[in-house]
């Protein structure tokens, strides 16, 4: 079964301050794909950013861009110019390719405050 | 274009009794996931709809069902609710696969008392 952990409950980031979410994940696929998601307080799950394992090159989506270390199974998120609406919980999924029949596993969440 | 509904946003049930929750996905999608998220276990997946077939299911007991009508529109039932039920319940719509992006709705949240 694949896990994912993220190690950071809370975290803290000024305005216009960049910062930098962490993610591991345990799995003995090859082929899957990572996600971001942020839910703010008003609940709605929201993507932010996804990868694909089999591209080496590193998703980017304007301030959000991600550090994807497939050998380290790391995949951890950076916000940069940080925003007061980029308070939210953070949630990192996986999803292993199994055809048609794929479901998310999240993380247990980071919790982002953003502050002035 | 629309995005994920799902009604009613809340509601409150007593244990014993059952309920049904409803979303309607975005226009064109066909698959239909459901989530449910809970301070304690997080978010886990509970089942996965495409063509009125369930075609993947989490580790969850009988009493969580669902189904998907020919308009993709896709219900789930919890029978026997219990307190450990009360959640939000999050439904997701993608085109045709969850491996494509997964669009999610605002979430029923569910008390049981």
């Known amino acids: 079964a694949q896990t994912v952990t993220q190690s950071q409950p809370e975290m803290s980031v000024q305005e216009a301050e960049t910062v930098t979410l962490s993610c591991t994940y345990d799995t003995s696929e090859s082929n899957y794909y990572l996600f971001w998601y942020k839910q703010p307080p008003s609940r709605q799950m929201i993507l932010v950013i996804r990868?694909?394992?089999?591209?080496?090159q590193n998703a980017t989506e304007n301030r959000f861009s991600v550090n994807f270390q497939k050998a380290a199974k790391s995949f951890s998120l950076k916000i940069s110019d940080s925003q007061l609406g980029d308070t939210a919980m953070y949630f990192c999924?996986?999803?292993?390719?199994?055809?048609?029949?794929?479901?998310?596993?999240f993380g247990t969440g980071t919790r982002l405050q953003v502050t002035l | 274009k629309a995005g994920v509904t799902q009604t009613p946003r809340y509601l409150i049930k007593t244990r014993g009794q059952q309920v049904t929750l409803s979303c309607s996905p975005i226009?064109?999608?066909?698959?239909v996931s459901w989530y449910q998220q809970t301070p304690g276990q997080g978010l886990q997946f509970l089942f996965e709809?495409?063509?009125?077939?369930?075609?993947n299911k989490g580790n969850f007991p009988g009493r969580f069902s669902g189904r998907q009508f020919s308009n993709s529109r896709s219900e789930m039932n919890v029978s026997t609710l219990e307190l450990g039920d009360s959640a939000l319940y999050l439904c997701?719509?993608?085109?045709?696969?969850?491996?494509?992006?997964?669009?999610f709705g605002p979430g029923t949240r569910l008390l049981v008392l």
């Open positions: 990868q694909e394992a089999y591209k080496q």
């Open positions: 709809y495409f063509s009125e077939t369930q075609r």
């Open positions: 999924a996986f999803m292993r390719v199994t055809g048609t029949a794929s479901k998310l596993t």
């Open positions: 997701a719509s993608s085109l045709t696969s969850p491996v494509e992006t997964q669009y």
């Open positions: 226009s064109g999608h066909r698959s």
